[in-house]
């Protein structure tokens, strides 16, 4: 068995929409979801706001590369369009893989390009770490410690004082 953080985001049309179209789509190995917060773009900030969200999926046969298996399918089932020319640009939905556990608690490392484990740039990202941290107040993050830690770093405090929760949006009622 595997436990992955699936880190959910979109910037394009009906966000919540989209947010809560993978959450069907992941449906009953979704075993937790955080809050919803409006975020401001991280990494290119000529875009509009996000929504994200955090869920946490277990599945007692799935390997980390089915957790991207199926966070790409959700990101394709929303139409999602790369554009090459913005890699930190606006989508309709966005499925990062976080971090993958064992069944023993034992974290999965990957360097591979394709599914480098934990996400290499999660550490930096309030947007991941906030949600998250409602989910799990003592999770670690593989190679950077704790994540409550992470949110007061000088990468994270900005974009931390710059969320806002949404309970209005919230996917909990997956109605
Ligand atoms: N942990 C991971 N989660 C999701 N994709 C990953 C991961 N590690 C590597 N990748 C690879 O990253 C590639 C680019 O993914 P994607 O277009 O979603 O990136 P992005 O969302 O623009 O940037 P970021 O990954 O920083 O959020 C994918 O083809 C995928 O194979
Ligand atoms: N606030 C926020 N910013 C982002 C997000 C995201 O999900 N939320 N995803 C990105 C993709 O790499 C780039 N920037």
Do not use: K
């Not at 436990?3 to 009906?14: K, P, Q, T």
């Not at 875009?47 to 990101?75: G, H, K, M």
């Not at 990957?110 to 947007?127: C, I, K, Y």
């Amino acid at each position: 068995m595997t436990e992955a953080v699936l880190s959910l985001g979109s910037n394009l049309g009906d966000r919540r929409a989209h947010l809560l179209a993978a959450v069907n789509q992941l449906d009953s190995h979704v075993t937790a979801i955080s809050g919803v917060y409006e975020t401001p773009p991280w990494g290119d900030t000529a875009q509009p706001a996000y929504l994200n969200v955090v869920l946490i999926v277990n599945d007692r046969s799935a390997t980390a590369r089915d957790w991207l298996e199926r966070a790409q399918a959700c990101e394709r089932a929303e139409g999602r369009i790369r554009d090459p020319e913005r890699r930190f640009g606006p989508r309709t939905l966005d499925v990062d893989v976080i971090a993958v556990r064992q069944d023993d608690g034992t974290p999965v490392i990957s360097d591979d390009a394709e599914l480098t484990l934990p996400h290499p740039r999660a550490h930096l990202r309030a947007f991941v770490l906030r949600p998250w941290l409602d989910l799990r107040p003592d999770a670690v993050l593989p190679g950077h410690g704790p994540i409550a830690a992470l949110l007061d770093t000088p990468e994270t405090t900005a974009d931390l004082a710059a969320m806002s929760p949404r309970p209005d949006l919230s996917l909990e009622s997956m109605e």
